[in-house]
């Protein structure tokens, strides 16, 4: 799975299904581009070295990041208190993919004026999700994990599939997403795959990394 096929990628795997997704009430607009957050992405290097990493443009960014949530600017939640909050700028985004896995380290940079607190009770209440976008109904899940241990204002750990209610094996894309606030910088690092697989040693060390970068600024 290529980096180009990131873009787009969760959003065009739901299909139709039963239900009634109605508008969000606050759809989120387009954040502003932050050239300081670029700076602090963590350098290609530090991806473990069987995931080619690049740095995305701010407009595939910005895509990128709304795929990792399942979500796409304009689209109908249900329930529409789940719809992502969007952050006061970013993202800045990077990504590593590993085409013999089929599978994608991301991280994703962005400034917020929220507390994580605010995120993690809106996830609470938001497990199950339906997005509706162009006549096409996607299912978003999603659990919370025990937080993990790092240096920062605070952090939690999310497991997330999106797809669609039946789908057919290999069209859910499965995500596990470690979270850290470091100020007002959010660091959030993804492992996705159309699989079974996981790399969990690989996204605790990419996310330690991606924290300590911030936080030495």
């Known amino acids: 799975m290529g980096v ?7 959003a065009a795997c739901g299909t139709s299904v039963s239900g ?4 969000a009430r606050n759809p989120a607009p387009v954040a502003t581009v932050d050239k300081g957050l670029t ?3 963590p350098d290609p290097s530090q991806f ?4 080619t990493a ?3 443009s701010p407009e595939t960014a910005a895509q990128a990041a709304n795929d ?3 979500y796409l600017p304009g689209a109908q939640v249900d ?3 789940c719809a992502p909050v969007a952050p006061t700028s970013g993202p800045a985004v990077e990504v590593g993919t590993d085409d013999h896995g089929q599978a994608t380290l991301t991280v994703v940079l962005t400034r917020s004026d929220k507390p994580l607190s605010a995120l993690r009770e809106q996830l609470q209440r938001c497990g199950f999700v339906r997005i509706g976008h162009t006549g096409v109904t996607s299912v978003v899940t999603t659990q919370l994990d025990p937080p993990p241990p790092v240096i920062a204002d605070d952090s939690l750990a999310l497991r997330r599939t999106v797809g669609a209610e039946n789908n057919a094996p290999g069209l859910t894309r499965t995500m596990q997403t470690l979270v850290g606030q470091v100020g007002e910088v959010r660091v959030a690092v993804t492992y996705m795959t159309s699989g079974t697989t996981s790399d969990t040693e690989a996204l605790d060390t990419l996310f330690t990394a991606a924290v300590r970068k911030v936080r030495k600024g």
């Open 79 to 81: 329930p529409s208190t």
């Open 20 to 23: 009634h997704p109605i508008a």
């Open 48 to 51: 473990p070295s069987r995931y």
């Open 68 to 70: 990792l949530e399942g």
């Open 4 to 10: 180009v096929a990131l873009g787009g990628l969760l």
């Open 54 to 56: 690049i740095v995305l």
């Open 39 to 41: 700076a602090l992405l």
